[in-house]
């Protein structure tokens, strides 16, 4: 029985013996309503109050802690995508001394800067890569498909045209990957 239960069932005892001792209709009134709330089958506590009470029911628990390793997995999960699809870091093969094009090439960092501080301010170094690095795909905006197909004025690229260039896209897509 719980501690609402059992001041409950104490009022009601009280209230017998007060009307017992001097019959008054209200104290009437409230023993029947004390002892239709005692009639009503006891009810579960809900999920906060057992938690406030530091009596949260183990399988409950469980739910929720495996709940959170799901949701854990899934962001684990999607991170491991994203660091798989993101392209390794090349490393420079070389090191150029640029003035305005390519003029001096070195193996190390260090002597093609000594190289382009010789050569004076207008000279560069920048690393060189076997292959160039990748870019993330760029779309055509609208106004780009405008160029393209013509002067159109102030109307929209909408409905056939811009369904027409992303089908062209994405074939553009498939064959570059």
């Not at 070195?106 to 010789?118: C, R």
């Not at 055509?140 to 089908?167: A, H, N, Q, S």
């Amino acid at each position: 029985m719980t501690d609402l239960r059992q001041a409950a069932q104490q009022a009601l005892e009280a209230l017998e013996n007060i009307d017992r001792a001097m019959p008054f209709p209200v104290a009437k009134l409230a023993q029947s309503a004390i002892k239709e709330a005692l009639a009503q089958p006891e009810q579960e506590p809900d999920r906060r109050s057992l938690q406030a009470a530091g009596t949260h029911p183990a399988p409950c628990a469980r739910h929720c802690e495996s709940k959170a390793y799901e949701i854990e997995i899934r962001s684990l999960k999607s991170a491991l995508k994203q660091q798989q699809q993101a392209e390794p870091e090349q490393e420079p093969v070389a090191w150029g001394v640029f003035e305005g094009n390519l003029h001096d090439m070195f193996f190390t960092q260090e002597e093609a800067q000594e190289m382009a501080a010789l050569k004076g301010t207008h000279a560069k170094v920048r690393p060189l890569y076997t292959a160039p690095t990748q870019r993330p795909w760029q779309g055509l905006t609208d106004d780009e498909i405008k160029e393209i197909v013509g002067p159109w004025g102030d109307t929209p690229i909408k409905g056939y045209t811009r369904k027409m260039f992303d089908k062209i896209e994405v074939k553009l897509r498939e064959k570059n990957q």
